[in-house]
């Protein structure tokens, strides 16, 4: 069985201040994917990372894919206010038909307070 | 932006009844998914379903499940005989299928409430 574990499950920082939030598993992914959600609503991508090592940037979010496609990062500079919410990171299993079943963390809940 | 559409937004429905989640995936993809949240829980794979079949299904999705893609649009879920435990939000998501970045995308969701 796969499993994702996400790390800090709670993350209460100030407006400035940096972060990172970590996705590892014992398990290879194809991609692994990182979702926002916001209360009663659907996970809303942030980004696909696919080649171990990777990293991409998103403002001020850096997403990195672990060497051998087990582990990822999120890191957040300069948090602000406007960055809370849940953080959910998802690694995708691969099949032969070409299909992917999304594993997905239990998420790390961010609150940034001004 | 495309973007994947769920109906209806909140559904409440008695224990033993019959209900369909319905959602619209994006328009050129050909991977469909579902997967449901119950409150407070990880999101958990319910079935994936591509060329009018389903490719693969978790433990959850028993008998009492059934996907359909009844034209060339919608995508639903139906759930024959409802139970406390299927009370959950449920996500629709899709995928183009092409290739190695093939990321799902999801609806909004569908909050069922069964009492």
């Known amino acids: 069985t796969q499993l994702l574990e996400q790390s800090p499950q709670f993350l209460s920082i100030q407006e400035g201040e940096n972060l990172t939030v970590y996705c590892n598993s014992s398990s290879v992914f194809s991609s692994l994917q990182w979702y926002r959600q916001e209360p009663g609503e659907g996970p809303v991508l942030l980004v696909t990372?696919?080649?171990?090592?990777e990293v991409k940037k998103l403002k001020r979010l850096t997403f990195q894919f672990g060497d051998a496609r087990k582990d990822s990062s999120l890191h957040i500079t300069a948090a602000q206010p406007g960055d809370t919410g849940l953080y959910l990171c998802?690694?995708?299993?691969?099949?032969?038909?070409?299909?992917?079943?999304?594993?997905f963390g239990a998420g790390t809940r961010l609150a940034v307070h001004p | 932006e495309p973007e994947v559409t769920q109906t209806p937004s909140h559904q409440v429905t008695q224990m033993g009844q019959e209900v369909i989640l319905r959602c619209v995936p994006i328009?050129?993809?050909?991977?469909f998914y579902w997967y449901r949240q119950i409150l407070g829980q990880k999101v958990e794979f319910l079935v994936s379903?591509?060329?009018?079949?389903?490719?693969?299904k978790s433990e959850i999705f028993d008998d009492q499940f059934s996907v359909e893609r009844p034209d060339g649009s919608n995508f639903t879920l139906k759930i024959r005989s409802t139970k406390l435990e299927d009370s959950a939000m449920y996500f629709c998501a899709s995928s183009a299928g092409t290739g190695g970045l093939d990321t799902q995308y999801f609806g909004p969701g569908t909050r069922l409430t069964v009492l």
């Open positions: 328009s050129n993809h050909l991977y």
């Open positions: 379903f591509y060329n009018n079949e389903i490719s693969e």
């Open positions: 998802a690694g995708a299993s691969r099949f032969s038909g070409g299909y992917n079943k999304l594993i």
């Open positions: 990372v696919v080649t171990g090592g």
